[in-house]
């Protein structure tokens, strides 16, 4: 029994040094993305990389879900004498839920994971130990332009998402369910709200934040070798997707309780 208790405090006192590092880390970004110098050309890198790099997978998931929300909307309704309302379900559930959820959770595989890896080989390689000799502060030249960019580029991301994740469903409702085309879209635009919609947004930037802070920070404290690596890699994605649906409750909850 003492031997489980102890192992059930060494791992609390582990999650719990973990999360104070996180903490830190955190505070320590927004020190720096306050104060001189800024490094533009790699926030312009990573702007690019981020953004327009994932517009594919992004715009590839959110049609085919769009899509697959449709037909099951129309199944299900079809129990309830229901199917008109597919068009007003697949916009809500897209903007407010499916849109900024499946794109945060594709950014935390593409970028988290790219950021990680690539921070955590720099480390091994000792490039961050000649940031630091060549006065140059690893904090700003590598976590403050990516968490900046990701930040800020994840609502667009997240709007595009949202736009052809409502198409794909138009796409399924109109050749495949029989809607008529106009009175889809028109069901669409009356449905949503504006709150709808800033949320959605809002729900992007913190993900986007989430996403590219967990692959510097994991990035950052990777151990040596191939091993570390990996490691790195892999707490990153896992930590980013945790935190991401942690966030969006969080976010729902604020947004849309009554």
Do not use: W
């Not at 916009?91 to 970028?111: Q, S, Y």
């Not at 790195?232 to 980013?240: D, R």
């Amino acid at each position: 029994m003492m031997r489980l208790l102890a192992m059930i405090g060494a791992a609390t006192l582990g999650g719990l040094a973990t999360v104070g590092r996180m903490a830190l880390f955190t505070a320590s970004t927004f020190r720096h993305l306050v104060t001189q110098p800024f490094y533009g050309r790699e926030f312009g890198q990573a702007l690019f990389q981020i953004g327009f790099l994932s517009l594919p997978v992004v715009g590839l998931t959110a049609l085919f879900t769009g899509g697959a929300l449709a037909l099951q909307i129309y199944s299900g309704g079809a129990r309830f004498s229901a199917e008109a309302v597919v068009p007003q379900i697949v916009a809500i559930g897209m903007v407010r839920e499916l849109g900024p959820v499946l794109v945060g959770l594709m950014i935390a595989a593409r970028v988290t994971s790219s950021i990680a890896a690539e921070i955590a080989t720099m480390k091994v390689t000792e490039q961050i130990d000649a940031l630091v000799t060549l006065s140059t502060h690893p904090m700003k030249y590598l976590t403050v332009p990516r968490v900046l960019a990701a930040t800020l580029v994840m609502p667009a991301l997240v709007g595009v998402g949202d736009i052809i994740g409502i198409l794909g469903g138009y796409i399924v409702g109109t050749e495949r369910l029989g809607f008529n085309a106009a009175s889809y879209l028109q069901n669409t635009v009356d449905f949503l709200e504006q709150r709808d919609i800033v949320s959605s947004l809002v729900k992007g930037a913190v993900f986007g934040f989430i996403a590219a802070l967990m692959g510097c920070y994991y990035g950052m404290k990777a151990g040596r070798g191939a091993s570390g690596v990996g490691a790195a890699t892999k707490g990153a994605v896992v930590a980013a997707a945790v935190l991401i649906l942690v966030a969006n409750l969080i976010l729902t909850e604020a947004f849309f309780s009554i």
